[in-house]
Nanobody
Framework: QVQLVESGGGLVQAGGSLRLSCAAS????????MAWFRRAPGKEREFVAA????????AYADSVKGRFTISRDNAKNTVNLQMNSLNPEDTAVYYC???????????????????WGQGTQVTVSS
């Protein structure tokens, strides 16, 4: 059974930083693409960042490019999201997602992800 557990969310002031982590189990983690999505209050879930199985390919939403960094540690079965220069518009529930396919690329569409965590709340105060 696949399980994704996010951690690291919390309350931070604008301009601050947070580091989210996602611990994965149940699949051969090193073969699967991973991503972070978020859902802000009253909005649909949106793509944030994705990383290929090797970590060699990454992709970011324009709104976070240059501020957020996605990384993975295949030895520890974790994927991380370093978030810097946070602003109130980054307030959302952040979700970790995993693809079942062993495709080597990255995907920005949530329909291409098969497994999801429960989410972790990030709140940025102004």
């Amino acid at each position: 059974q696949v399980q994704l557990v996010e951690s690291g969310g919390g309350l931070v002031q604008a301009g601050g930083s947070l580091r989210l982590s996602c611990a994965a189990s149940g699949l051969t983690f090193s073969r699967n693409g991973m991503a972070w999505f978020r859902r802000a209050p009253g909005k649909e879930r949106e793509f944030v960042a994705a990383i290929s199985w090797s970590g060699g390919i990454t992709a970011y939403a324009d709104s976070v490019k240059g501020r957020f960094t996605i990384s993975r540690d295949n030895a520890k079965n974790t994927v991380n999201l370093q978030m810097n220069s946070l602003n109130p518009e980054d307030t959302a529930v952040y979700y970790c997602a995993q693809r079942r396919t062993t495709s080597g690329g990255v995907a920005r569409t949530e329909d291409l992800y098969d497994y999801w965590g429960q989410g972790t709340q990030v709140t940025v105060s102004s």
